[in-house]
């Protein structure tokens, strides 16, 4: 990996590393004070497609999927949209090793929890997601979601029921972060991905660009959203791999 641009003072020897990764992608010290922070990480390729033949798992590489533990490691809570859980396979996050000290120190449990967003609750409850989590499975539904389908869900999971005939995205931040989870990650899709920034809740985009022209019909990694305005953000790192760019954005008004 080459460090391109970096947040640090020096640039690490191995910004490839473990460690530099996770200085590099450190929360803000808001976070330690009870300040949720929401940062998203997608993936895309060069033409904006957000999927290769229906999956993001067709433009992720090596260097893109350690990133995408890090990120993992770093955070209290996984935020996810239903359908990219049916599409993707979602299991459970997983402890980490490297990672299991520090995650001590700043009391946090061995892995993130993974928090579902469904206004319909149709969601495999045998799956390991449910059955074999480290930490118990959040979803986050409606007040007025199916009575049947709650009841199930309520068997396995955590519920937030939040809004009615929509989730209340906003709220759901809220929720979470009353659980102590300030350190959030949202990995979309891209439908949640736009409904989160059309809310004005991202704070931060970690967008792995793939050198890639893929076509077709995919979504880009903000799909649908309806955005008030458009909505600025700072460049604060950028690694680079094999053609692979891995960027780091803040809004401006924070560090």
């Not at 990764?21 to 922070?37: D, S, T």
């Not at 209290?76 to 459970?92: F, I, K, M, N, S």
């Not at 000290?101 to 449910?130: C, K, M, N, T």
Request: hydrophobic share 45%.
């Amino acid at each position: 990996m080459r460090q391109l641009i970096s947040p640090l003072l020096e640039t690490p020897d191995d910004p490839g590393s473990l460690e530099a990764l996770a200085a590099v992608y450190a929360y803000p010290e808001q976070v330690n004070r009870g300040r949720p922070w929401l940062r998203a990480n997608m993936v895309a390729g060069l033409d904006g497609g957000a999927r290769l033949d229906g999956l993001s798992e067709g433009l992720s590489g090596d260097a893109d999927k350690r990133i995408f533990g890090v990120l993992r490691a770093l955070s209290d809570v996984v935020l996810v949209g239903a359908e990219t859980v049916r599409a993707e396979g979602y299991r459970p996050a997983r402890a980490r090793a490297d990672f299991a000290e520090a995650r001590r120190a700043a009391g946090q449990a061995p892995a993130p929890a993974i928090a579902i967003v469904s206004r319909s609750l149709g969601l495999d409850l045998a799956a390991p997601l449910f059955t074999e989590p480290l930490v118990r499975t959040v979803v986050i539904t409606t007040e007025d979601a199916p009575v049947r389908s709650l009841a199930a869900v309520t068997e396995v999971a955590d519920v937030i029921a939040v809004g009615r005939g929509a989730v209340d995205l906003r709220a759901a931040v809220a929720a979470l972060a009353e659980r102590g989870w300030t350190r959030m990650l949202t990995e979309g899709g891209p439908r949640l991905l736009g409904q989160l920034a059309a809310e004005d809740l991202l704070d931060e985009l970690c967008l792995s660009l793939a050198p890639l022209l893929t076509g077709g019909d995919a979504p880009r990694i903000l799909h649908d959203a309806r955005m008030p305005d458009v909505q600025r953000m700072r460049l604060v790192s950028l690694i680079e791999q094999k053609g692979f760019l891995f960027t780091r954005y803040l809004r401006p008004t924070v560090s």
